[in-house]
């Protein structure tokens, strides 16, 4: 009998100290930067691209214009042009939560349907060089266009919140 109380007396003892032992104190998470903070961010990292242009009224869209990625009716971009993606590819990549769209364009003067083939090759090896610098699939959606204007212009956006902004994002582009 006396064995019971001393286990029952030992065991209240014990218990609340088991409980301080089994769950170790978690510092809290400080809270992540607000969605202001990334697109100030981001804009700054824009504005640094080597070659790129960010637009006057929407900070979040660049363009490399002219000849500063492509020769006229060259689907290989020049020599260097790597230097000028390879931190665009990475800016993608650490700002994933938005959503990324592209117009690839050339004009070479050849005809309408030729533009727009070279502006096509040009997008498919665009999505290529971000699939090897690891930029997730989809991540970046490029359409092709034929005529005048820059040979590569991009735009960021934070994503809608609510049922048709996933609708939106899973709806695939065609070139």
Not at 53 to 70: A, C, H, N, R, T
Not at 72 to 85: C, D, F, H, I, Y
Not at 128 to 157: C, D, H, N
Request: contains cysteine; proline residues 11%.
């Amino acid at each position: 009998m006396p064995w019971r109380h001393l286990l029952a007396a030992l065991t209240l003892t014990l218990l609340p100290l088991s409980a301080c032992v089994l769950q170790p104190a978690v510092p809290p998470t400080p809270p992540g930067p607000t969605a202001a903070e990334r697109q100030a961010a981001l804009e700054r990292g824009l504005a640094a691209l080597p070659g790129a242009m960010v637009d006057d009224q929407d900070k979040l869209s660049i363009s490399y214009p002219g000849e500063v990625l492509y020769y006229k009716g060259a689907v290989l971009p020049l020599p260097g042009g790597e230097e000028m993606l390879a931190p665009l590819a990475k800016l993608v990549q650490n700002f994933s939560e938005f959503v990324w769209t592209g117009v690839v364009q050339a004009a070479t003067g050849v005809s309408a349907e030729y533009d727009l083939a070279l502006a096509k090759k040009r997008g498919e090896l665009l999505g290529r060089y971000f699939l090897a610098r690891g930029v997730a699939a989809g991540m970046v959606q490029l359409t092709a266009a034929g005529g005048a204007g820059a040979p590569l212009t991009l735009s960021a956006q934070l994503p809608v919140p609510g049922p048709a902004a996933s609708a939106a994002s899973a709806a695939p582009s065609k070139p």
